[in-house]
């Protein structure tokens, strides 16, 4: 069984604009484990967002081509963990979330896991919302596993076999990745562990908004494989 200092783990965070949260976020993860290997891809910030990370993050790699699956793939080749977490700028993971990460790891056929995100400070509709949209997830990876990239933990070997991100998918890129591992192995909903994630996107298009696009594109990469929407904007 894999103890804490077992596995080497890898931490990959893309960013762009991320100078409000990036520092937060780092600082948080050094202090759960000095061991973690913490990599940032920028995608061509011209805030803070690069100066934060060279300062607290253990590589940083600005690219001159924006995407998010093109940034966590370049994270993921520049990393040596094999355990590789894919994680937002804006989130907060719990002290505890690196040691669920490795228990659910010790089973060889686990090729992947995500597990509850929950958003901060919501109102009781965001509250509502999620803690149904956490269900469906997890009642979906028992025959059709999904996970929103804000959180995604894959195995290495796994992750690289199936060709990791889809960089010509603007977004959804982490539902598809999702889809393909769960062909070659086990994915798996973390019951008991909960991530943190701002609603910025959220409260600045409109609820519904957001989630019409959602609904919209995920329909379309299943009966098509391809998104509708031809880019994700960042909203900072």
């Excluded at 940032?40 to 924006?66: F, H, N, P, Q, W």
């Excluded at 298009?205 to 960042?234: A, C, D, Q």
């Amino acid at each position: 069984m894999y103890k804490m200092d077992d596995l080497k783990v890898s931490v990959v965070i893309p960013t762009l604009q991320e100078g409000k949260y990036i520092g937060k976020l780092l600082s948080r993860l050094s202090k759960i484990n000095p061991r973690l290997e913490i990599i940032v891809i920028d995608g061509g910030s011209t805030d803070e967002t690069v100066s934060i990370a060279k300062k607290l993050a253990d590589k940083v790699y600005v690219l001159r081509e924006r995407g998010i699956g093109k940034a966590r793939n370049y994270g993921a080749y520049k990393s040596n963990g094999e355990i590789i977490v894919f994680m937002d700028a804006d989130i907060d993971p719990p002290p505890n979330f690196l040691k669920k990460i490795i228990s659910v790891f010790n089973k060889k056929n686990v090729v992947g896991a995500t597990c509850n995100i929950m958003p901060k400070n919501p109102s009781p509709f965001e509250y509502a919302f999620f803690r149904f949209y956490n269900l469906l997830l997890r009642l979906f990876a028992h025959f059709k596993p999904h996970s929103r990239g804000e959180f995604l933990v894959v195995r290495r070997n796994a992750f690289f076999k199936v060709g990791g991100f889809n960089e010509h998918l603007p977004c959804l890129e982490d539902h598809e990745l999702v889809f393909r591992l769960s062909k070659i192995g086990k994915f798996i909903f973390l019951n008991d562990l909960i991530v943190y994630e701002s609603m910025r996107r959220f409260r600045r298009m409109g609820f519904l908004k957001v989630l019409k696009l959602w609904i919209s594109n995920y329909i379309s990469l299943v009966l098509i494989h391809k998104t509708i929407s031809r880019s994700w904007e960042p909203v900072r």
